[in-house]
């Protein structure tokens, strides 16, 4: 039997952050409002934000529908890209704002970022000019 993974969710109702939630193992699920004190209380949620398995630069988590600043090379300015499921691809990715180019943030297995590379500012479901722009629909 294969070891269990993880996982974790930013469970939402529209624009307003409900709280968390952790898959735990198949057995056990816990609940948060602030990612830090966690229980097995559920939460009220409506829409679910998966973890990409990445923090960014600040320690915090990166979901899917975050607006981060990142940095391909190190030495370069920052680039505004939201994160996204490519599902194509099955992989979470970086798709830049102004370029449109999409870039996997795993390939096969080697993270394409480390986190003095990204930084979660916003979120694209404050930003529904820019979920326009992008085209992108739920």
Known sequence: ??????????????????GYMRKVSNDMILYSRDSFWWNGRKLSYEEIDEWTGLRDKNGRTIYEWDIVKY??????ADQEGVILWEENRQTFGIRDV???????????????FNERQLKVFSYLFLNPELKEKLNIRD
């Open 1 to 18: 039997m294969g070891e269990f993974q993880e996982t974790r969710y930013r469970l939402r109702k529209g624009e307003k952050i409900m």
């Open 71 to 76: 940095k391909v090379d190190p030495d370069d």
């Open 98 to 112: 102004h370029s449109e180019l999409f870039i996997p943030l795993v390939i096969n297995g080697l993270k394409m």
